[in-house]
């Protein structure tokens, strides 16, 4: 079992930066590949970012790609996604998420392919 605690969300003006934590609970957060999603009012979840378990492998979404970094300290249990140059069409609710990796590399982009989730942190910008 994991729980996973969101922090870091806020309002931003565009073009700011804003970092988002996702602090995860249990001594095995090093065997999950740890994804962030978001969603926007009135609209399904999307993906936004991916990253392997040992952090060599990222994946990106084409919207954020260039702007958005995700990371992973794994002796803090923690994985990040710095946001830069944000924009009004970034305003969502954001969530981490837990997927069972099967090998170092493994990342995925499916939502269905998580296993845990938290419960979001808001992010707004404003034009």
């Known amino acids: 079992q994991v729980q996973l605690v969101e922090s870091g969300g806020g309002l931003v003006q565009a073009g700011g930066s804003l970092r988002l934590s996702c602090a995860a609970s249990?001594?095995?957060?090093?065997?999950?590949?740890m994804g962030w999603f978001r969603q926007a009012p009135g609209k399904g979840r999307e993906f936004v970012a991916a990253?392997?378990?040992?952090?060599?492998?990222?994946r990106y979404a084409d919207s954020v790609k260039g702007r958005f970094t995700i990371s992973r300290d794994n002796a803090k249990n923690t994985v990040y996604l710095q946001m830069t140059s944000l924009k009004p069409e970034d305003t969502a609710v954001y969530f981490c998420?837990?997927?069972?990796?099967?090998?170092?590399?493994?990342?995925?982009?499916?939502?269905?392919?998580?296993?845990?989730w938290g419960q979001g942190t808001q992010v707004t910008v404003s034009s």
């Open positions: 990253i392997s378990r040992s952090g060599g492998t990222t």
């Open positions: 998420a837990a997927a069972i990796s099967p090998f170092t590399t493994y990342i995925t982009w499916s939502e269905g392919t998580y296993d845990y």
């Open positions: 249990g001594r095995t957060f090093s065997s999950y590949a």
